[in-house]
């Protein structure tokens, strides 16, 4: 059964969710990554022997938070002496140094400030269009969607429409964490519901916002719960084509009240990414996580169905307040893309190859385009 699923999937047919949590309990490893690495060269021909990378900055806005989510190490509750905002000065100064340093992308991200409504997105994006046009703003997700809608008293559509026409490009998939109840009501109590974040999500689909999915993984979800997440996700995906890529992530155990408890080992990643593109056959791009997982993992994420290793973060700080330490500059992650046996390439939030490096003598150099932590993840981690 296990050999007939796979030649199936590989060919970019349908599999069930039953036969997902097989795959991923039972399949022999190679040959998973073999089918996944099958399906994702017959799906994505342009990047058959490539792998992309992106310039990008996270740009985190507030560190004060209500929701408290238990896996988080970064956020700080109102009124906490620790709490910090960043003005819109700080903020254009980062988009700023990110243009500088050829990124193309910002992700805002940040708490959900109880203060912060929609007007406060407004103001910020219009600002960044403003001085920054040729920024693309992929940024927040369904969380902070519901929380501006309360703040402001407005219904979600109105939010959505009005970030929209403020400047934002797309929503980064932030907030969904593991979507099945059960997990979530464990580490994120205080957040919607994985229906209520699926729910705003096709709706911003339906209004023109395009969007990314992402999984948190090892926080004590089941394999089953983990395989449920991805059908919540492909059943969105059926009716609005919306989501972009799907990026899984692995919880990082420091500074948070989960204490490590729980992880997620590199073949129980790889197996995601390898499932991930078998079963999500609606979803063009897989995402890498090396930032989580380690630059290893990361390689091997390409020949499990990976076709992108993500960005070089100019700037990070929530996963880093958790451990997160893996860095890495723009050479070296063109480094492990060749080393693993594709041709490097930078691209566009919509995928679009602006870049492809095919001679390593052309390589850029530019040291500063590099990832880091800011001092506020180091004051925690260090």
Known sequence: MTADVLERAAAGGRITEEEALELYRNAPLHALGKAADTARRAKLPYLADTATYIIERNINYTNVCVTACKFCAFYVPPKSPDGWSRDLEEILRRCGETVELGGTQVMFQGGHHPEYGVEYYERAFSAIKENYPELVIHSLGASEIQHMAKVSGVPIEDAIVRIKTAGLDSLAGAGAELLPARPRTVIAPLKESGERWLEIMEKAHTL???STSTMLMGTGETNAERIRHLAMIRDVQD???GFRAFIPYTYQPLNNHLKGRTQTTTLEYLRLIAVARLFLHNVNHIQGSWLTTGKEA???????????LGSVMLEENVVSSAGARHRSNRNELIHLIRT???????????YELLAVHEDPADDPV?????SHIASTALTLVD
């Not at 990361?298 to 992108?308: N, P, W």
């Not at 693993?340 to 919509?350: C, D, E, K, L, N």
């Not at 530019?366 to 590099?370: F, L, N, P, T």
């Open 340 to 350: 693993a046996g594709r041709v490097p390439a930078q691209r566009s939030t919509t």
């Open 208 to 210: 023109g916002l395009e």
């Open 366 to 370: 530019d040291e500063r385009v590099r």
């Open 239 to 241: 009716r609005t084509g």
């Open 298 to 308: 990361g390689q091997l994420s390409l020949h499990y169905g990976a076709d992108d």
